[in-house]
Each structure stands twice: as C-alpha cells, then as structure tokens.
C-alpha cells in the first residue's frame, strides 16, 4: 500500500479543499480590480505615445525666441511646459511657426 498523503494522515486536521466562495469572490473582484488598472495605465500609456509621436519636431517648426506679443506662453496650443503640438519639453518665452494667440 503507498504512503497516504499529509491530508489523509491527519484526520485530526481539518483540511479545506477550496477556499471559502466569498474569499474566491473577494479574490476575483481583487484581480479584476487590478486587471482594470493596469489596463487603464496601459490605455493611457498608449494615447500618450500616439500623441508625442503625432507632434511635430521642434526643428521642423522653427522653434525658437519668442517676441513680446508673440510667445509659447500666450499660445493656444502652450499647456504648463508643452505643446499640444511640438513634441518637448517647450518654454514659455519661445514660439514656432504654428503660434496662435489666446483670444483672451
Ligand atoms: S508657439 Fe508653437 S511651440 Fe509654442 S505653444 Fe504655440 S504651437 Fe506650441
């Protein structure tokens, strides 16, 4: 006759084969909850790389000294440090040839 397994051995353990459903429900909405997270940061990532490489180069848009009325950071397109449309980091002092003025 084989060995008996630890659980057959110790009939004075009380062994649980499955986990309690509302531990396995507890467990489910976890990895459900955390599936969903990451695949938001994954969806965010995503977007953001579509987006840089759908902007444009500095180089290409003659990026370069602003003018008092004419600078990144009375531009439609400036947002805190970037471009919706240059790729970069851009500074408010300077501009390109895509410049609009906020209608302010
Ligand atoms: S001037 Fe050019 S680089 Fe600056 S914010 Fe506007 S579009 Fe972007």
């Known amino acids: 006759m084989g ?3 630890e659980k057959h051995s110790r009939p004075d353990l009380e062994f649980v084969d499955e986990a309690p ?21 994954v969806a965010n990532l995503i977007e953001k ?3 840089q490489k759908a ?7 003659d990026y370069s000294k602003g003018k008092p009325n004419a600078h990144c950071g009375i531009c439609v397109h400036y947002e805190e440090g970037s471009c919706k ?8 002092d300077m501009w390109c ?5 906020r209608g302010e």
């Not at 449309?85 to 408010?92: N, Q, R």
Request: aromatic fraction near 6%; hydrophobic fraction near 30%; charge should be positive.
């Open 49 to 51: 790389a579509k987006v």
């Open 97 to 101: 040839e895509l410049f609009e003025p």
């Open 21 to 41: 459903l509302s531990s396995d429900a507890s467990y489910s909405a976890r990895a459900r909850k955390n599936f969903e997270s990451v695949s938001e940061r």
């Open 3 to 5: 060995q008996l397994s």
């Open 85 to 92: 449309l240059v790729s970069g980091e851009i500074e408010p």
């Open 55 to 61: 902007k444009k180069s500095k180089s290409s848009v």
